[in-house]
C-alpha cells in the first residue's frame, strides 16, 4: 500500500516536472501566437500538472514507514530488557540478603513455586477472576456515572463552579479512605468494594472528559455550525470526536484507580461471603507470614494493571493520537 | 453542485443579490460608542466575486462571521440567497479525526444527503479541488494547501449560493497561493457561485476579485470600492493587476496614516500629561 502511493506520487511528480520544463518556453509562444486556441482549457491543464507537482514536492518527504521487526525491537525490546535486569538485581539481592539472615526476602524461583503450588488450594485463579470482574464492573459503572458527570459539569457552568474543585480534590483523597463509612453503612459486602471502586475512578473519568471538552478548539464548533450541525448533530459529530483524546486518557487514569482501589477494597474488606480475591490472597499471605505469595500477589496485581492499560487503553490511545498526528511517531 | 450550475445562469440576474448587507454595525459588549463595524451598505450580485480589504482592525473577519450567521449583527440586517454561507477560515479547520473523504462526507450528511450518494459526490468533489488519490489522508498528511482545497470542497459541499472566505490563503507560501488563485479562479467560473473573499492582500485581491472593497479601520466602514474589468485567468503579475493593486495601496496607505495622526495625537496628549507630573514631582 505504502509502495504503491510511492511509486504513484514519483510518477506524477515526473511528468509534473517533464511538462514544465517542456513548457517553460514553449507556454509564452503559444500563448502569444495561438490566441484561437481555448485559453482557458490550456490553463486549466496545466493548472493541473502544476498542481500535482507542488503536491508531489509537498508529500514526498511521508510515506516511509519503518518496518515491523524495527517497530517490534524498539517497542518490545526496552520492556524486556528492563524486566530481565530488574529479576537479575532481584536475585542478586536474595543470594547477598541469604546469609545475613535479618530480612527475609524470596527469590523468584521461591514466590515461582508459591504461587504454582498455591493455584489450586488457595485458588488464587479464581481470586484473579474474581478481581478482574469485580474492577470490569466497577470501571464500567464508573465510565457510565463519571460521564454524566463530566458532561454536565463541563456543560453547566454553575454547576461547574461548585463541583469541579470537588472533582479534584476527590483525585487527591485515597479512595481506601472510604472503606470505613462503606464497612459502617454496608457492612462487609460486595456494596462496599464496589463504593471503593466508584470514588476512585469516577473523578478521574469526569475530570478527563472535561478536560477534553475544554480543549476542543473553538474553530470546530464554528466549523460544525457552519455546516450545519445544531444541537445534538453537533455533540454527535463535533464535540465528542474532538474531546475523545482527553476522555480516553481520563478513562485510562480511571481505570488505574479503578484496580487501584479495589486492591485496597480487597485487602481490607474480607468476608467469607464475598469469595476470593487478589487482595484476599495477599491477606491470606499476610496472616501466614507467606512472603513469597505476598510478592506473588504484588506481581499478579502488577501484570494484570499494565496488561489491561497495554491490551486495552494504550492501543486505542495510540491510535487516537496518530490518525490525529499528535504523537511522534 | 451540478444543479447549481443549472440554476446559476438564470439566477443571475441583476436586480436580485446574493448577499445583502444594510446598514450592519457591529459591537462587542455594550461598547456601541466603539463598533467594529459601522454602518456597512453591501450588494453583492448572484455568482459575483467581491474582495473585502482592509488593515487589521478593520473588522473584515468579523463582517464575514456575521454574514455567515455565526454572530447577530449590533444593528442593521443581512440577507443572503438560501438562508445560508458556507465559510472557509484561514486555517483549513479540517476536522482531524476524519479523512479527507470523511470531513466531505460529514458535510453531505448534515446537508441530509443520503448514504450511497456521499461517497461519489465526495469522491466527485475531492477530483473538482484534484485530489482525488488523497481521499484516505488525514489533515496532517496534508501540505498546506492540500487541506485548503479539501476545506473548498467541503465548503462546496455544503452547495451554498454564497461562499465566505476568510483569508483562505494567508498561510500559505506564495508559490502554492499562486497555484490556489487559479484554481479558485476556475471553480469559480465553473460552479457560478458567489463569492465573499476577506483579505489583507492588495495584490490578491487585484488578482481575484470583480469588485474591490477597501475598508476602513476602527471602526470599519466602506472607504472605498473598485470595479476591477480585468478578464480572467489574470495573473498576479499582470501590468493591469499590478497597476490595479498600486492604486489600492495607496489608498490603503491613505487609510492607515489617518491612524498615525490619531495615535500621534494621543501621544503628544499623554507625553504632556507625563511632563505635568514630572514637573509635580520635581
Redesign the interface.
Same mark, same amino acid.
Given at each position: 500500500m505504502a509502495n504503491e502511493t510511492a511509486t504513484f506520487e514519483s510518477g506524477s511528480f515526473e511528468d509534473a516536472s517533464l511538462d514544465a520544463s517542456g513548457a517553460g518556453g514553449a507556454g509564452i509562444e503559444r500563448t502569444a501566437t495561438t490566441t484561437a486556441k481555448p485559453v482557458a482549457d490550456n490553463g486549466q491543464s496545466r493548472l493541473a500538472t502544476l498542481e500535482a507537482g507542488l503536491d508531489a514536492l509537498d508529500t514526498a518527504a511521508a510515506g516511509t514507514r519503518r518496518p515491523w521487526w524495527r517497530v517490534l525491537v524498539s517497542r518490545v525490546l526496552p520492556p524486556v530488557v528492563a524486566l530481565v535486569v530488574t529479576l537479575g538485581i532481584w536475585d542478586l539481592l536474595v543470594v547477598m540478603h541469604v546469609h545475613s539472615g535479618e530480612i527475609m526476602l524470596p527469590g523468584p524461583g521461591d514466590v515461582w513455586d508459591s504461587l504454582t503450588a498455591n493455584w489450586g488450594p488457595s485458588r488464587i485463579g479464581a481470586a484473579i477472576w474474581d478481581s478482574v470482574y469485580r474492577a470490569a464492573i466497577g470501571f464500567a459503572a464508573s465510565v457510565v456515572i463519571g460521564s454524566v458527570i463530566g458532561l454536565l459539569v463541563a456543560r453547566v457552568a454553575p454547576l461547574r463552579a461548585a463541583v469541579q474543585p470537588l472533582l479534584s480534590g476527590l483525585q487527591n483523597l485515597p479512595s481506601v479512605a472510604w472503606v470505613p463509612i462503606g464497612i459502617i453503612w454496608f457492612g462487609v459486602t460486595s456494596a462496599t468494594i464496589y463504593t471503593v471502586v466508584l470514588l476512585g475512578a469516577v473523578p478521574s473519568i469526569a475530570v478527563g472528559l472535561i478536560d477534553g471538552l475544554d480543549r476542543v478548539p473553538p474553530i470546530y464548533l464554528r466549523v460544525g455550525r457552519n455546516l450545519g450541525a445544531r444541537g445534538l448533530d453537533s455533540v454527535r459529530f463535533v464535540l465528542i470526536p474532538a474531546a475523545l483524546p482527553g476522555y480516553v486518557s481520563g478513562m485510562k487514569q480511571g481505570w488505574a484507580f479503578a484496580w487501584r482501589s479495589l486492591m485496597a477494597a480487597e485487602l481490607i474488606a474480607i468476608s467469607p461471603s464475598l469469595g476470593p480475591g487478589v487482595g484476599q490472597v495477599m491477606k491470606f499471605a499476610q496472616d501466614n507470614l507467606d512472603l513469597s505469595l505476598a510478592i506473588g500477589s504484588i506481581i499478579i496485581i502488577l501484570i494484570i494493571g499494565i496488561g489491561i492499560n497495554q491490551l486495552f487503553f494504550a492501543p486505542l490511545e495510540r491510535r487516537l493520537l496518530r490518525t490525529r498526528g499528535l504523537s511522534r511517531s | 453542485m451540478t444543479v447549481t450550475i443549472d440554476e446559476a445562469p438564470s439566477a443571475r440576474t441583476l436586480t436580485e443579490a446574493a448577499v445583502r448587507l444594510s446598514g450592519v454595525s457591529k459591537w462587542f459588549g455594550k461598547e456601541s460608542d466603539k463598533p467594529v463595524l459601522d454602518g456597512i451598505d453591501l450588494t453583492v450580485a448572484p455568482g459575483e466575486f467581491v474582495c473585502l480589504l482592509g488593515a487589521s482592525g478593520c473588522g473584515k473577519s468579523t463582517l464575514l462571521n456575521l454574514v455567515?450567521g455565526?454572530d447577530p449583527v449590533s444593528a442593521g440586517s443581512i440577507e443572503v440567497t438560501g438562508g445560508?454561507a &458556507?465559510?472557509m477560515?484561514q486555517?483549513s479547520?479540517l476536522?482531524?479525526?476524519?479523512t479527507a473523504a470523511g470531513n466531505i462526507e460529514?458535510?453531505l /450528511?448534515? /446537508?441530509g444527503v443520503g448514504k450511497a450518494q456521499r461517497r461519489s459526490e465526495a469522491e466527485r468533489l475531492l477530483s473538482l479541488v484534484?485530489?482525488e488519490?488523497?481521499a484516505h489522508k488525514? &489533515?496532517?498528511?496534508?501540505?498546506g494547501?492540500?487541506r485548503q482545497r479539501v476545506a473548498l470542497a /467541503?465548503a462546496l459541499a455544503?452547495q451554498a449560493e454564497v461562499l465566505l472566505m476568510d483569508e483562505p490563503f494567508a498561510a500559505l507560501d506564495a508559490?502554492?497561493r499562486d497555484?490556489l488563485h487559479?484554481?479558485l479562479t476556475?471553480l469559480w467560473?465553473e460552479t457560478g457561485v458567489t463569492v465573499l473573499f476577506v483579505t489583507h492582500n492588495v495584490r490578491e485581491a487585484a488578482r481575484l476579485g470583480q469588485r474591490v472593497i477597501l475598508l476602513s479601520s476602527r471602526p470599519g466602514r466602506v472607504a472605498r470600492e473598485w470595479r476591477v474589468d480585468i478578464p480572467q485567468?489574470r495573473r498576479i503579475e499582470d501590468a493591469a493587476v499590478s497597476e490595479l493593486a498600486r492604486e489600492i495601496t495607496d489608498e490603503l496607505h491613505q487609510e492607515i496614516t489617518k491612524h498615525a495622526r490619531l495615535a500621534q495625537n494621543s501621544g503628544t496628549q499623554r507625553s504632556g500629561i507625563q511632563s505635568k507630573e514630572t514637573r509635580r514631582n520635581g
Open positions: - | 455567515a455565526l445560508r &458556507a465559510l477560515f486555517e479547520a476536522f482531524p479525526w476524519l460529514l458535510a /450528511r448534515l /446537508r484534484r485530489l488519490g488523497a488525514r &489533515a496532517h498528511e496534508l501540505s494547501g492540500m /467541503r455544503q508559490i502554492t497555484v487559479g484554481e476556475a467560473q485567468p
